[in-house]
């Protein structure tokens, strides 16, 4: 109604709640009335503001039942008492046993039952915990079996480091002691860094070596199918639906994109590990993101981390201010750390904004979380409390005035009932001959991989066209080292890091071996032998390294390489690696301009060629 006023659109609230139990409903009503009425109440005074636009905000939280429903339904909230365990360990404990109750004593269904949890990184928990406990029974998640947690994937991605870089004696470790557990089953074989390449090579099939060399030659596709093969990867128990969706991964990538095993790793890395095997249809319990479940309805509901903050959220959350008061209005707009040191200061109002935005929108998150109930509500919470404004403080007293006839809360265990369990109702399955309506049987699908029996012979023709691309070949050498260096220019702040800095490079693989890594270090030092140059390593300055810098009236950002700032003196540099162009000063000269509009009454740039036909020419741009 606020943004679009006099419109023709009419708000109008849905009063009945025809999918849930009476109690289910009768419950909802009166915590989120209490709760919007103790979080209204809370923020007056902390804040000295009315809370009327927060109760407003849920003054139609009452949901009308139907006269005919019957007096039906389950709620339990439990909080639980970490004891000498975690208080993770202990939900996960109390989760499995509730679920064994459920599912082996009070007949609710496998696929009725939905778990939901706020963070992603819950899921994967629960589902391992699930597989170990209830053999007979499934877990359904989009989120629950993550790539990254397949011992076969980590295994297959650990080889192919090991084809790419077989001097990683880390990665080395990993593969054999990995392999030696879940392949030949063997325990106590002890391997580490040091552990000599003979007895690595010892220890892994004899196909393997004898074929790495090879494998290098082959396409990347190849490569994993045949690595699957060699490693014996396909009969770990379990890990078929992680190797077929990780090669359809791959499959999809190889297709657009270059085929080098090192782009792979990466891409591994980056993108294909945070993947999961899709969930398609199943009778097994449901795990879901809070979020994900909006809209829906499910007949069990079990809650078990119920234990957020309801301001802060215990993470570093920025809020954009604009100052209003001399000096600082000078400056558009300011990230502010959300504090409460804020309520005395100029931004006490978009603090007081915020606060009231996080109380309604993890509220919010409780109400969607509750009401996706329809048969049976369960909840866990924090018995301590835990750290912060968190809803676990407020759930004992708002359960203990919960005025829900017939519930029990037994203030000493902190555990509150609300009816008797609803178990499930057989559905009566019709009949058809139509295919399009029969549910779909699964079928387990082995791996299997053939040999291809096709071969490519180059023509001399071919030998010769690719012989003359050797000056692109150069060429693109030129950029990646160029790229490398400016990478390593970046992150070093005095000539002193220069030699730790390239070892952190090495060992994190962006420089491949050691003779490159001497290469590059005579390099840069031969660079910082420029006066000018190794003034500015020297540490004198304070510096921004690859800092962006707003420009509010193009409404876009730039990012010089280097800025070092002295008192009201600013220099800025710009890194190349290529011969010189007009268009590099226009570059600068817009760094510089920037940095005389920030207030810097000398500002000083430069252009540092480092890779030129010229060797470590310094140009100054003005």
Partial sequence: EKEFPGSPVKADTLRVNRRSERRVIDF??????????????????????????????????????????????????????????????????????????????????????????????EIAPIAKLFGERFKDYSITSDDAYLLSTSTALNILVAALRYISMPEDRINAA??????????????????????????????????????????????VYEILERLICILQLHTIEGEEAYIFSFLDHAARYLKDNPAAVEDFIKYWDEEISAKSIPAGESDGVRILSIHKSKGLEFHTVIIPFCTWELTGGGHRNIIWCKPRTSPFDGISLLPID???SMLDSIYKEE???????????????????????????????????????????????????????????????QIFTYGEVVP?????????????????????????????????????????????????????????RGELLHELLSKLRTGDELARQIKKMRLQGIIATDEESCGIENMIKNALGNPLAREWFSGRYKLYNECTILHTGEGRDYRP???????????????????????????????????????YKEVIGYLWYILSDNNNKIEEVK
């Fill in 174 to 219: 990993f593969l054999v002691s990995r392999y030696m557990l879940a392949v030949e089953k063997r325990e106590n074989v002890e391997i580490t860094a040091d552990t000599n390449s003979a007895e690595i090579k010892s220890l892994l099939p004899l196909a393997f070596h004898d074929e790495i060399d090879s494998l290098r030659r082959k396409p």
């Fill in 338 to 340: 959300y504090q409460g």
């Fill in 561 to 599: 390489d280097r800025v070092m700032v002295e008192g009201d003196k600013a220099i800025v540099v710009d890194f190349k690696f290529g011969a010189p162009r007009k268009e590099y000063h226009a570059q600068v000269h817009k760094y510089m301009s920037l940095l005389t509009r920030m207030g």
């Fill in 28 to 121: 909802n009503n009166k915590l989120f009335t209490q709760a919007a009425q103790a979080i209204s109440e809370q923020y007056s005074r902390e804040l000295d503001k009315s809370g009327e636009e927060l109760v407003k905000a849920y003054s139609d939280v009452q949901q009308d039942i139907l006269p005919e429903k019957p007096d039906s339904g389950y709620v339990e909230v439990r909080m639980i008492d970490k004891g000498e365990s975690t208080f993770e360990e202990s939900v996960y404990s109390q989760l499995m046993d509730t679920l064994e109750t459920l599912l082996c004593e009070k007949g609710v269904k496998p696929s009725d039952i939905t778990i939901l949890v706020r963070k992603n990184k």
């Fill in 351 to 413: 603090y007081s904004h915020e606060y009231l935005y996080q109380l309604v929108d993890n509220l919010n998150l409780l109400y969607v979380a509750c009401t996706r109930a329809g048969k049976n509500l369960i909840i866990f919470s924090d018995k301590s409390g835990g750290r912060g404004d968190t809803i676990s403080k407020r759930l004992p007293a708002l359960l203990k005035e919960m005025n829900c006839e017939g519930a029990l809360f037994d203030e000493e265990e």
């Fill in 424 to 480: 499930s109702r057989e559905k009566e399955r019709k009949e058809s001959d139509n295919p399009f309506t029969v549910r779909p049987q699964s079928l387990v699908q082995k791996f299997a991989s053939y040999d291809n029996k096709l071969s490519f012979k180059q023509s001399r023709n071919l030998t010769r066209f690719l012989a003359g691309k050797s000056e692109e070949t150069k060429k693109l050498d030129h950029i990646a």
